[in-house]
Structures are given as C-alpha cells and as structure tokens.
C-alpha cells in the first residue's frame, strides 16, 4: 500500500505545480497593428460609400429659397403653378408692410340715416369726392397722403356747417410670399430668368 500513498503524493503535487503555474504565466503580448498605413485612408464599404454619396445629395437638395413679394393672389397663384415641378415643398404667407402715413376725414355718427344723408349730399355738392355712410350714420370722407390736404378739406366741410374729425393712421399694403425648397436649383434659375416683371428671391434666413 505504500506504492498507492506515494502515487497519491506525486498527483497532489503536479495539480498544486499546474494550479502555480497557471497563477504566475505571463500573459502574451500582441503588438497592436495600426487599421492603415500612415497617409493612406481607411478601407470603406461600398454599401457605406453609396449611403454616404446619398446623404450628401440629401443635403445638397431642398435649399429654402423666400420668393416675392406678390401684389395678389393672383400673380401668386400663376407663380405656384410655375414652381410645382422643381420645388420639394413649398407654403404660402401673407404679410403687411407699412407704406407710409395717411390723414383720414370723419363726420360723427347722425341721429338717423337720414339725417347721415343730408350730410353726405351737401358734400358732394361742395366738390367732395367720396363720402361713404356707415352701419352707426357716421360719414367716413376719404384719406389723404398728406397732412395739408386733409386740412384743406376739413375747413371746407366746417364752412358748410358739418362737423369733421381728422384722425393719422398707418397706411399698409397687402403682400404674399412663397417658401419653397428647390430640388432643382437650374431650373429655378431659369425660372426666375423668364419672370416678365423679374419676382426677386433670396435664400431663407
């Protein structure tokens, strides 16, 4: 049986000799090879060449461009057809500019419509070239572009015995606009080009 202890002995002390081993090997080291050579690009696929190609051409299209301004709708609408083929999308939006300072005339509401009648008959009988009555008998007597003329005209009325007030107010005018994004930028210049009178047109802000 000594044999068996000695055996048992030799396998207790090669595991512990492994278990050592194992414990205390040094790791390898790889040396790290760079992806490419210095000055050369990466390799690229081609699926991700083509998705990168359609990216930039995504982003080469649809440039915003602010056209107008439009009188009316009119020239507007007669715009929109022109632009539907070379244009992404486009909306339409109506703004008012100020154009400058007017000097309306008004008599005061009339106790009657009658009353508002007589009024406005006696000023076109002096020479007086719009006179509207209103829903509450008041006279509404025109505007004027400048402040001497309003006043002219205010003292001719007060000669006739009618009461008139002189009031300022903004004069403004009525534009429409179109924002489009171009997909074909050619086309819209030549688009532009047979305006007939020219529609300006500047890049959105």
């Known amino acids: 049986m000594i044999w068996v202890h000695r055996l048992c002995l030799i396998v207790l002390f090669a595991n512990a000799g492994v278990w050592l081993w194992a414990q205390w090997r040094p790791e390898p080291q790889y040396a790290g090879l ?19 190609q359609q990216s930039k051409q995504r982003s080469d299209l649809g440039v915003c461009w602010q056209i107008g301004p439009f009188a009316d709708q009119a020239s507007l609408r007669r715009a929109w057809q022109g632009l539907e083929y070379i244009t992404l999308d486009m909306q339409r939006r109506k703004s008012l500019s100020v154009t400058g300072t007017g000097y309306r005339l008004t008599v005061p509401a009339s106790a009657s419509r009658k009353d508002a009648d007589l009024l406005r008959e006696s000023l076109l009988s002096a020479g007086w070239n719009s006179a509207l009555v209103g829903a509450d008998f008041s006279i509404d007597a025109g505007q004027f572009t400048d402040l001497g003329s309003a006043q002219t005209q205010q003292r001719v009325a007060q000669q006739l015995g009618i009461e008139m007030q002189l009031r300022a107010e903004q004069q403004s005018r009525e534009t429409w606009w179109i924002d489009a994004r171009i997909r074909n930028r050619a086309g819209f210049e030549q688009w532009l080009a047979e305006q007939t009178p020219p529609i300006p047109a500047q890049p959105c802000p």
């Open 34 to 52: 760079p992806l490419t050579e210095p000055g050369i690009p990466g390799l690229i696929l081609h699926q991700e060449y083509l998705q990168l």
